[in-house]
């Protein structure tokens, strides 16, 4: 966990020196503003402002280049016009310059692709490295340095904010303010030419003074990367995220189910959660997570306990527990023991222990103490309606003492005031002292909701992938075969070899030229079976007459046989017969659909949910980033509800979970090794109490056989 300055990102966070490229002296010029935070926030560090225009800006001598600075530069800052980058970065670059925060717009956000990567190679050229362009600069608490055009008089603390989007960033840091919480560092990545989350994070998580990081992502670029930073990064520390852009624009060109049902989001929603990373809905709710996780401990039991004055409040708080999954404590007889003595005698020492409209701040002030001495009690939700009762000047002191004195045993404790002016009073005094209060039942229980799921994150241990032995050779060879016939996907038989040299349980099929062969492999399988024209002609093989299902004796088997043939020369007549599939009669069992493709932003992913023919319509699946480990892989299973059909429903018996685990590892294996395949599905995949069955197989080929996004690093 050491900080070492001059490795790494250490001068970005802490430089010795700043230059402001593009200092203005006019007070509406965001060259202006951001020299002036630099100064008013007390950055301690030397402040050089460039501008060949002025010899002083805000009393600081002013340098007409930054090649005229007469020390090192840690980092500079850069204000000029999007033309004038390149020159301002090649200076930079020649001076020796460490970081370049580039807050110029005008790049690839509007297009212009090509000058991006001109600025980037001109940094790297003096081993420069880039944040932006396109941002509001960064803030950083260690160095009280606020290089941005943000507001001042930022607030030090135990949360670091990295974001996409600069206008929300900087209304973030407003927010903040606002809202009385500490900031230890603030960047804006814009346009990601060069830093991005995924290197921000690792230092981030590495640094004292950060707590908690926040991350605001509108899309995500080298994810696979990013999965790997974060699934380390939050077990040292909460992350929570944000993300906009629902879009499904990547679906929409997909080719298979997986694909169109990968809609970027919720690719992003499933792998955030295997990373452990907690995405909140609105900024608002991310903000309060952040503040929680700042101020208050972490719940050492599952059990939750509400104190409130008012039943109404108490069912709400109730109900929003079940949403958040944050459990109960209905230990009666301890509830009763700890409670009844300190209330009014018809309140409720049931949860939510109900201290009545009567209740004093001294009625409050006990329970939070019985409280907190109770070991099962993981976390408290105080609620207040405010009453005439209460006395809003004696209830702010309680309030108060009681959330330290949980801070100090480590137990969370957060508040929801609801009422008029005096409660809003009391609201403001304590969020500026740091007390967790709301005004939402909702909010504060979301609050103690992601507590819970990270606490419950960390306990998991960290697993081994599951990486199962396939027959890459024999893939390939498939592969290549089809590619060589100019194809991007494979035929039923081919795509039948790929799963049998992957392990994946296929139906029992083998192809026969002749009746005899037919009856031979009917009773080699057992009978019932079902036969199938082989043909690469006939695509709709039940509309000619080429399928025959549950055929239960030899004399069907030859009568099917002869059938098929028949029916195929009458009514297919130019069609090349290849033989007849003689398959095993898959019986009825749960239907799941598991895929495999590569996601444009975190490359190998596996999908698992609810199969059959309504599967688009449903779209009860799950995804997470390869490679996975064994707990990863039922996680995913248990986020659908085709988890609850396969623990049986209605005395039915449990199916082989164990066995779809097996198929998913299988097939991402697959995925992750072959690089000439991009999509697997197999829809239906039927589960049985013992075992299960590849019914239907898809595969597509990728454009290129070139080791995209696959194991080229292993
Ligand atoms: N070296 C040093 N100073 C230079 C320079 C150079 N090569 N070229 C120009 N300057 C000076 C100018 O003289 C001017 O100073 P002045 O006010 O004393 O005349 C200053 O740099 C700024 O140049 P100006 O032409 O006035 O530009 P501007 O201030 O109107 O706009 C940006 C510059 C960078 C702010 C603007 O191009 C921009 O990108 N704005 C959007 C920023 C943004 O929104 N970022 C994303 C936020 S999330």
């Known amino acids: 966990m050491g900080e070492n300055l001059s490795s790494g990102l250490g001068h970005l966070f802490e430089p010795r020196s700043v230059a402001v490229v593009g200092a203005s002296e006019r ?33 600081l001598r002013c340098y007409g280049s930054v090649d005229d600075v007469p020390g090192e530069v840690d980092l500079a800052v850069i204000v000029v016009p999007a033309e004038q980058v390149p020159g301002a970065v090649r200076a930079c670059a020649s001076k020796g310059v460490g970081f370049l925060a580039i807050i110029t717009s005008g790049f690839s956000e509007v297009g212009r692709i090509d000058e991006e990567r001109r600025v980037l190679s001109l940094a790297r050229e003096g081993g420069a490295r880039v944040l932006g362009p396109n941002i509001f600069g960064i803030y950083s608490a260690r160095a009280s340095l606020n290089a941005t055009f943000g507001p001042g008089g930022v607030r030090s603390g135990g949360v670091a904010i990295v974001t996409q989007s600069g206008a929300l960033g900087v209304a973030m840091m407003g927010k903040t303010a606002l809202e009385g919480m500490g900031l230890s560092a603030v960047v804006s990545v814009g346009n990601k030419a060069d830093l991005d989350e995924a290197e921000l994070v690792e230092h981030l998580v590495r640094q004292e003074d950060t707590r908690i990081i926040l991350l605001y992502i509108e899309g995500v670029r080298r994810g696979e990367r990013l999965v790997e930073t974060l699934e380390r990064a939050s077990r040292a520390k909460p992350i929570v995220v944000i993300k906009s852009g629902r879009s499904r624009r990547g679906a929409a060109a997909a080719a298979s189910h997986t694909g169109s049902l990968a809609g970027s989001d919720e690719v992003f929603e499933c792998i955030m959660k295997q990373c452990g990373v907690m995405r909140a809905e609105t900024v ?19 059990d939750t306990l509400i104190i409130t004055n008012g039943g109404g409040i108490g069912v709400l708080a109730t109900d929003a527990c079940e949403r958040y999954g944050v459990r109960l404590s209905d230990d009666l007889p301890a509830l009763r023991e700890a409670f009844s003595p300190l209330m009014p005698s018809f309140g409720s020492p049931r949860n939510p222990v109900d201290l009545t409209g009567q209740a004093s701040a001294d009625h409050y002030r006990r329970a939070f103490d019985a409280a907190l001495d109770m070991a099962g ?4 939700v105080s609620l207040y309606c405010e009453t005439a009762v209460l006395v809003s000047s004696e209830f702010t002191p309680v309030l108060e003492g009681a959330f330290r004195r949980y801070r100090e045993r480590g137990k969370p404790l957060v508040f929801c005031l609801f009422g008029g002016r005096s409660t809003e009073e009391i609201v403001q005094v304590l969020r500026s002292r740091d007390v967790p209060v709301f005004t939402e039942p909702y909010k504060a229980v979301s609050c103690v909701g992601a507590l819970y799921r990270y606490v419950r994150g960390l306990a998991a241990p960290v697993e081994e992938p599951v990486r199962p032995d396939i027959r890459v050779d024999r893939i390939e060879e498939t592969v290549g075969a089809a590619r060589a016939d100019g194809r991007r996907f494979l035929y039923a038989l081919e795509a039948r070899r790929v799963m049998e040299a992957a392990g994946v349980p296929m139906p029992k099929s083998s192809t026969a030229w002749s009746v005899e062969e037919a009856v031979a492999s009917a009773k080699r399988i057992g009978l019932p079976v079902a036969m199938k024209v ?30 098929i043939l028949h029916n195929c020369r009458a009514r297919a ?19 799941l659909i598991v895929g495999a493709r590569r996601d444009p932003s975190f490359g190998p992913v596996v999908m698992v949910g609810l199969g059959g023919i309504y599967v688009e319509v449903l779209r009860d699946v799950s995804f997470r980033a390869l490679p996975i480990g064994r707990r990863q892989a039922l996680s995913m299973i248990k986020d659908t509800k085709a988890y609850t059909l396969l623990l049986g429903v209605r005395g039915e018996e449990r199916r082989d979970i164990e066995g779809v685990m097996n198929v998913v590892f299988r097939v991402g294996e697959v995925l992750r090794r072959c690089p000439g395949i991009s999509d697997i599905e197999v829809n239906p995949l039927r589960v049985y109490p013992r075992g299960s069955r590849a019914v239907d197989v898809r595969i597509l080929l990728s ?12």
């Open 27 to 59: 007070p509406e010029k965001i060259g202006y503003k951001v020299l002036a935070n630099i100064i008013a926030d007390g950055y301690r560090g030397r402040v050089y402002p460039v501008n060949p225009r002025h010899r002083e800006i805000l009393g």
């Open 284 to 302: 608002d709710e991310a903000l309060a997570w952040c503040k929680v996780f700042d101020v208050a401990g972490r719940p050492q039991s599952e």
């Open 377 to 380: 009690v993981g976390a408290v």
């Open 534 to 563: 082989v043909s690469r002609d006939i695509l709709h093989k039940s509309d000619v007459g080429g399928v025959a299902l549950d055929l239960e004796s030899e004399r069907e088997v030859v009568e099917a046989y002869e059938a």
């Open 573 to 591: 007549p130019r069609a090349v017969v290849e033989g007849v599939e003689v398959m095993e009669m898959v019986p009825p069992g749960v239907e």
């Open 703 to 714: 454009e290129s056989s070139t080791k995209e996004g696959s194991d080229a690093h292993e």
